[in-house]
């Protein structure tokens, strides 16, 4: 089972690229209700098969907001280095400034 999470991580965080967050979360609800049903099916408990539907959707979800930082992390240090103050040296045309 801890493999099985680790790779709903990674599943998340590869959706992230492409996927937006709206059809994102109807597919992890769908896992989830596959899960729970099939787990329950093959003779678990409902209590157990509901836990682990839920821990399969935070890692779902957590990979996806991981990546998600990571974008916002790249993009932000891009941007800082792009974007530099104008000095103040600099006059501008408009008396209002």
Not at 53 to 64: D, K, N, P, T, V
Request: a positive charge; glycine letters at 6%; one cysteine or more.
């Amino acid at each position: 089972m801890p493999l099985a999470i680790v790779i709903a991580f990674i599943v998340g965080a590869v959706c992230a690229v492409r996927l937006p967050v709206l059809i994102f979360t109807l597919i992890v609800a769908l896992v989830v209700v596959v899960f729970a049903v099939t787990s329950h099916g093959l003779g678990d408990s409902i209590g157990s098969s509901v836990l682990w539907g839920l821990a399969y959707a935070a890692a779902l979800e957590a990979g996806y907001v991981f990546a998600h930082c990571l974008f916002y992390m790249v993009y932000v240090r891009r941007s800082s280095r792009e974007d530099k103050q104008p000095s103040a040296k600099i006059t501008s045309r408009y008396p209002s400034e």
